[in-house]
């Protein structure tokens, strides 16, 4: 019975000894190849926001390293207007002088 217990316990611990260093070693391929594309990524989105500034469609802003940190936006703005002023004059008998 202990026996039958012991053997039990040692296979289960075997196969989730086996397991976790299968989906260890899964993940960290994985995780590899997410650095790998996202590296990727990074760097077309860099040609092609230099290149959209080359055109003149945005102006973007940059730190210190050169490294692109956001967009800047120019905006103007003309403020017109006018004013029109209309009443009715009314004096009382206990306002003359």
């Given at each position: 019975?202990?026996?039958?217990?012991?053997?039990?316990?040692?296979?289960?611990?075997?196969?989730?000894?086996?397991?976790?260093?299968?989906?260890?070693?899964?993940?960290?391929?994985?995780?590899?190849?997410?650095?790998?594309?996202?590296?990727?990524?990074?760097?077309?989105?860099?040609?092609?926001?230099?290149?959209m500034?080359?055109?003149?469609?945005?102006?973007?802003?940059?730190?210190?390293?050169?490294?692109?940190?956001g967009?800047?936006?120019?905006?103007?703005?003309?403020?017109?207007?006018?004013?029109?002023?209309?009443?009715?004059?009314?004096?009382?008998?206990?306002?003359?002088?």
């Amino acid at each position: 019975m202990l026996l039958n217990v012991l053997s039990n316990f040692v296979a289960v611990l075997l196969g989730a000894l086996i397991t976790w260093f299968f989906s260890r070693r899964y993940y960290t391929k994985a995780t590899v190849d997410l650095v790998n594309e996202a590296s990727k990524l990074r760097h077309l989105n860099t040609i092609m926001l230099n290149a959209m500034e080359d055109a003149g469609l945005v102006k973007l802003n940059r730190n210190e390293k050169g490294e692109i940190v956001g967009r800047i936006i120019e905006a103007s703005v003309v403020f017109q207007g006018s004013t029109t002023m209309t009443g009715n004059l009314e004096v009382n008998q206990s306002q003359k002088v």
